[in-house]
């Protein structure tokens, strides 16, 4: 019974908007992972059937407390109605189910009737249109094999770089925007096969890729980068490539067990230059010595998911969805949490390069955020928007000049994907870049430099950055009196 357990805390977590199907599956006991995630799958599907059948046939009423969760009830009344029958022992909860045997296959039959459906098939929820517009995104995670070697493995299978992937099951195509992305029939699966087990290929969407192809740090031994949100890693792995293996890579997740699915996936991938931390972003301290030299960060906070149109998230869609009075409400508290994040991303003395992303199609979390991190205190005289000349200036979707403030700059920085219409999930990705990033932090950096080896060494560092910019004299000088 502690399968059905399991899955019932899962559609809990869903049913309070903490994550994706995907994200939430991916916490589930690996044991019965793959057991676990069907009957979800499977319940979400027939979820408005199922939920008509157990209050017709007043289940609930007449088993409490036996069965006082609803989503327990709708897992177990699916195995015995749409499956090979309830795989559990003769418990009591088992008992209480089976004493509506008869009750609940009537109520089902009437539905069907209702519905004049044939089959239980017809009785399931459609799929949303968009997603058969989304190809299947294969990453080559280029730090265990090469494009082309993937490449002529593909060929090797029978596929051809020929023909439109959305039509032919046999084309494959290279994406024109993310290097070693390629694209497959929407309905091509990869889950069972050896190249994702071993990590030689990620499963990614092109959108999702956008944020550290936009960030682009530097393959060298002294590039240090944060990955704020690393969980599940599918941005900290491709960072990792990115950077060619090189320098170091900081990936935080505060959730315990998003952080587990992190470290597997990382080790999979074999990122080597990741420190995984399980860590709050907003904890680090952006002072600390250990993230001094970080001149690139990462954001990829929480936010309300809309842009998401995947094969599986369509299935939260119900007609009870949330009215707008409690969306905005909600739309409000994440929009204070992704400010906050920026603005403690600005916060880091060395860095350069900072951007911005959410699966989000509402201005709310996306250029009204933007706006508000510019006003802010943090960004004044040091941040700005990145010119599209920086920012994937060939992809043709931009940001809503209309949601812009005056002050806030060019829509034409930003990037948005309209879910299926740019066959990819909905996205938005931003860039701040400092305006003066060779003077940044210099001040703070050598008083730390004074207490950590005393003042001939800090008057040996700044004899160094005197010499590399010399309009810095006063400032440098200035701090050794002081400090």
Request: aromatic share 6%.
């Amino acid at each position: 019974m502690n399968f059905y357990f399991d899955a019932a805390k899962a559609l809990d977590k869903l049913d309070a908007k903490q994550g994706s199907i995907k994200g939430i599956i991916g916490t589930l006991p690996e044991k019965d992972r793959k057991r676990t995630a069907a009957l979800v799958i499977e319940t979400l599907k027939y979820k408005s059937v199922l939920s008509d059948v157990i209050r017709t046939a007043d289940l609930l009423k007449h088993e409490r407390p036996k069965i006082s969760s609803q989503n327990l009830a709708l897992l177990l009344v699916h195995d015995l109605l749409f499956s090979k029958g309830i795989q559990a022992g003769d418990g009591p909860i088992k008992q209480a189910i089976l004493r509506h045997k008869t009750r609940l296959h009537a109520e089902l039959t009437k539905i069907k009737i209702k519905r004049g459906a044939k089959t239980l098939a017809e009785l399931a929820q459609g799929g949303d249109a968009r997603a058969d517009l989304i190809p299947r995104y294969v990453r080559v995670n280029t730090l265990l094999w090469t494009m082309e070697e993937a490449i002529q493995h593909f060929f090797s299978k029978g596929f051809e770089e020929d023909g439109d992937p959305l039509v032919s099951k046999k084309s494959i195509r290279r994406d024109e925007h993310v290097p070693n992305l390629l694209l497959f029939h929407p309905s091509s699966s990869f889950h069972d096969d050896v190249l994702l087990a071993s990590g030689k290929i990620i499963l990614q969407d092109k959108a999702s890729c956008f944020p550290p192809v936009v960030l682009a740090p530097p393959a060298r031994a002294d590039t240090h980068v944060i990955d704020a949100t690393a969980a599940p890693g599918n941005k900290t792995t491709l960072l990792s490539a990115l950077m060619r293996g090189l320098g170091r890579l900081y990936a935080f997740e505060r959730d315990e067990k998003r952080f587990g699915i992190l470290r597997k996936m990382l080790a999979k991938a074999r990122c080597g230059n990741v420190e995984p931390t399980n860590a709050d972003f907003l904890s680090v301290n952006p002072m600390d010595e250990k993230y001094a030299r970080v001149s690139h960060i990462l954001l990829d906070p929480s936010c309300s998911g809309s842009g998401i149109v995947n094969r599986l998230d369509h299935l939260l869609e119900t007609e009870n969805e949330s009215d707008g009075d409690d969306q905005e409400v909600r739309l409000q508290r994440l929009a204070i949490f992704q400010l906050m994040m920026i603005k403690h991303a600005m916060k880091f003395p060395f860095a350069e390069k900072i951007v911005y992303s959410t699966c989000s199609v509402h201005a709310a979390e996306n250029e009204k955020v933007i706006c508000q991190a510019l006003a802010s205190d943090e960004a004044q005289g040091r941040f700005v928007l990145a010119a599209k000349k920086d920012v994937l200036p060939a992809w043709k979707r931009r940001g809503l000049q209309e949601e812009m403030s005056e002050s806030s700059g060019d829509a034409e920085s930003l990037i948005r994907c309209v879910p299926g219409d740019d066959h990819t999930n909905g996205f938005f990705v931003s860039c701040f870049i400092r305006i003066n990033p060779a003077s940044s932090g210099i001040v703070e950096r050598d008083r730390k430099s004074e207490k950590r080896g005393g003042i001939k060494k800090a008057e040996e560092e700044n004899e160094v950055q005197i010499r590399a910019r010399p309009m810095g004299m006063q400032k440098v000088m200035h701090a050794l009196k002081v400090a």
